[in-house]
């Protein structure tokens, strides 16, 4: 009988451990706001606050989708080429990024709709509330969960772990101190701030594992210029129809960023 290689079972454990220590932190990172609230506001507070994170588990379809068919690429391109693996890198947090910020406008407007659709009127406004605040954690996020993948790409998960255990710890902290004050609007603004401070040390990694610097003001500037623009025709126009509002200022979002040229000749070739 074949003997198991008792070589290679080390090895692949030594490998896939930081990634399931890293799944159980980040579910930890993405829920346990929910556990305090219901600690110290209880379960009405939770119900409302639960509506928006209903919205944002739909919507992060997008960025998991993306990441795991781009995974594949990313962990040839880190074997054989880093130099493509940072442009596809790059490329795909332009789409993130160009993707996520639009829909975050889109959803703050509709937020109160988006609530009753779900979860009906005994869930507004503190639903909506929860979910106009939250959605903005999105554009941080499915950069955050890009990043990720290439960073495992790159070999360096047992580092993810303690980007998640630092990440965890300042939600967990952060809102043991402001829920008791603020209530539920202190843990979804606990949300952005928790993904802002988990894609710190992933920039830093990223850096040591290109051996250069990700150029994050190139890809975010546009994206972030659009959308001011995006806003302001979205307020201008919102008094007078709603649907018109959302529908102008996605055109205008549309115009603003292919007239800043967000995409370089390789990225166009790619689309």
Do not use: C
């Amino acid at each position: 009988p074949r003997k198991p290689d008792t070589g290679l079972v080390r090895e692949m454990v030594g490998e896939s451990y930081p990634l399931m220590l890293n799944h159980f932190l980040a579910t930890i990172f993405f829920q346990i706001d929910i556990v305090i609230l219901q600690a110290i506001r209880g379960a009405v507070t939770v119900a409302q606050y639960s509506t928006s994170y209903k919205w944002l588990l739909a919507l992060n379809i997008v960025p998991s989708f993306f990441t795991q068919a781009l995974f594949p690429l990313m962990s040839r391109q880190a074997e054989e080429d880093k130099n493509a693996l940072k442009q596809a890198y790059v490329f795909g947090l332009k789409l993130m990024i160009a993707l996520s910020l639009p829909i975050a406008v889109g959803f703050t407007v509709l937020a109160e709709i988006l609530t009753l659709i779900l979860a009906g009127a005994s869930y507004v406004p503190n639903g909506a509330i929860a979910l106009t605040i939250m959605i903005w954690s999105i554009p941080i996020g499915w950069m955050n969960s890009l990043t990720q993948y290439a960073l495992v790409a790159l070999g360096l998960q047992r580092y993810i772990t303690w980007a998640f255990f630092g990440a965890v710890t300042f939600n967990i902290v952060t809102n043991i101190i402001f829920i008791p004050i603020y209530g539920f609007q202190a843990a979804a603004v606990t949300t952005i701030l928790s993904e802002a401070v988990l894609l710190m040390p992933f920039g830093v990694l990223m850096q040591r594992g290109f051996g250069d610097s990700v150029p994050w003001v190139h890809v975010v500037w546009r994206p972030i210029v659009a959308t001011f623009a995006m806003i302001a025709v979205t307020v201008l126009l919102l008094p007078v129809n709603m649907v018109l509002a959302l529908g102008v200022a996605s055109v205008v979002y549309v115009g603003v960023l292919l007239l800043l040229r967000p995409l370089d000749p390789h990225e166009i070739a790619i689309i």
